[in-house]
């Protein structure tokens, strides 16, 4: 049975830092891109970081390049999402998805759309606000 367990959300000031994590089972998580997104009230949701099942290829989100990293932990069978230097405008539920399509716009890896996706995490709230 596959599952993502999304956990490392809550509350965070400006400037601030939060690690999410993604917790997989049921497949091998080295096969897999997996997508960090975030949907904000009233908003869509949007893809925020992705790592790529081959190659280790990485994309971001312009808003979020150079303050969020992703990286996947194949030992642990996790996907982390290093967040820093927060602002309210990250604020979201952030949700983790997994994939055996590596995507490409343009011969760039990115994010696929969310149809692309197998398997959804339930979501982690992160709030960020002084």
């Known amino acids: 049975q596959v599952q993502l367990v999304e956990s490392g959300g809550g509350l965070a000031q400006p400037g601030e830092s939060l690690r999410l994590s993604c917790v997989t089972s049921?497949?091998?998580?080295?096969?897999?891109?997996i997508g960090w997104f975030r949907q904000a009230p009233g908003k869509e949701r949007e893809g925020v970081a992705c790592?790529?099942?081959?190659?280790?290829?990485?994309y971001y989100l312009d808003s979020v390049k150079g303050r969020f990293t992703i990286s996947k932990d194949n030992t642990e069978n996790t996907v982390y999402l290093q967040m820093t230097a927060l602002k309210p405008e990250d604020t979201a539920i952030y949700f983790c998805?997994?994939?055996?399509?590596?995507?490409?716009?343009?011969?760039?890896?990115?994010?696929?759309?969310?149809?692309?996706?197998?398997?959804w995490g339930q979501g982690t709230q992160v709030t960020v606000s002084s």
């Open positions: 998805a997994a994939t055996q399509s590596d995507y490409y716009s343009s011969g760039t890896f990115t994010c696929a759309p969310e149809h692309i996706y197998d398997f």
């Open positions: 049921g497949f091998t998580l080295d096969h897999y891109h």
């Open positions: 790592v790529s099942g081959v190659g280790r290829k990485t």
